[in-house]
């Protein structure tokens, strides 16, 4: 399984989270956005998918951060936007109560996968 995962900060260097639920797994956690990839799908593909119908937003020249193995059978495409035009806007209420930003310093009960992303990044950008 491939998945792609967003690392969105604003200008206080927060990261967007969203709170997941009705998922059936760890509901109530928040992760990063992302989505799975569909068959024969770039990741570069699932991320403009990813933005456009679940955040509302579309991004500036995307370049791929990182991969990482969550497990034997799943890839997680990391990138980070930094820059984008629109209002960031939950259109997944389905599976999104919400978003919120984060300091890294302070973030809240996550998934393995986000919290895995995340230290990764940081130990990359620090």
């Not at 456009?52 to 500036?60: K, V």
């Not at 991969?67 to 997680?76: G, I, K, Y």
């Not at 809240?108 to 992303?117: D, K, Q, Y």
């Amino acid at each position: 399984m491939e998945t792609v995962a967003i690392i969105l900060h604003d200008k206080a260097d927060r990261l967007l989270l969203g709170e997941r639920q009705h998922t059936g797994r760890r509901d109530g956690d928040w992760s990063l956005p992302g989505v799975s990839l569909r068959e024969r799908e770039l990741p570069e593909h699932a991320l403009a998918r990813c933005v456009r119908e679940e955040l509302n937003i579309e991004h500036a020249e995307p370049s791929l951060a990182f991969s990482v193995r969550e497990a034997l059978d799943t890839t997680l495409h990391v990138f980070v936007l930094d820059t984008w035009s629109g209002s960031i806007r939950n259109l997944n209420t389905r599976f999104c109560a919400g978003f919120d930003w984060f300091d890294v310093a302070a973030l809240p009960a996550m998934t393995p996968s986000s919290r895995l992303v995340i230290d990764s990044y940081v130990q990359r950008t620090t």
